[in-house]
């Protein structure tokens, strides 16, 4: 069984930066897409960021010229650069991978992202 482990999050101030990771226990071409989603207290889980196996990258309306997505696919590993950081980005950031070849969807744990002052 993948799991996935991510790190980085943490308390910032308006304006601050934060870098997430997530890696998954197993490397190799064995993922197409990686994404990261976020949801905060009484909110649905959201699509923040995603990336594919083949470079294409997405965002969501509310990131889009703050956060930048990145990833190895061959280390299976994903990470999320965030600027500019909002009170509003306060949530907790999930990585989500999809399986290459089984389609299945993997989540990560979770790491809390708190933007305050």
């Known amino acids: 069984q993948v799991q996935l482990v991510e790190s980085g999050g943490g308390l910032v101030q308006p304006g601050g930066s934060l870098r997430l990771s997530c890696a998954a226990s197993?490397?190799?071409?064995?993922?197409?897409?990686m994404d990261w989603y976020r949801q905060a207290p009484g909110n649905q889980r959201e699509l923040v960021a995603g990336?594919?196996?083949?470079?294409?990258?997405n965002y969501a309306d509310s990131v889009k010229g703050r956060f930048t997505i990145s990833g190895d696919f061959a280390k299976n590993t994903v990470y999320l650069e965030m600027n500019s950081l909002k009170p509003e980005d306060t949530a907790v950031y999930y990585c989500?991978?999809?399986?290459?070849?089984?389609?299945?969807?993997?989540w990560g744990q979770g790491t809390q992202v708190t933007v305050s002052s």
């Open positions: 989500n991978f999809l399986g290459r070849w089984n389609q299945n969807n993997y």
């Open positions: 197993r490397t190799g071409f064995i993922f197409s897409k």
């Open positions: 990336i594919t196996y083949r470079g294409s990258t």
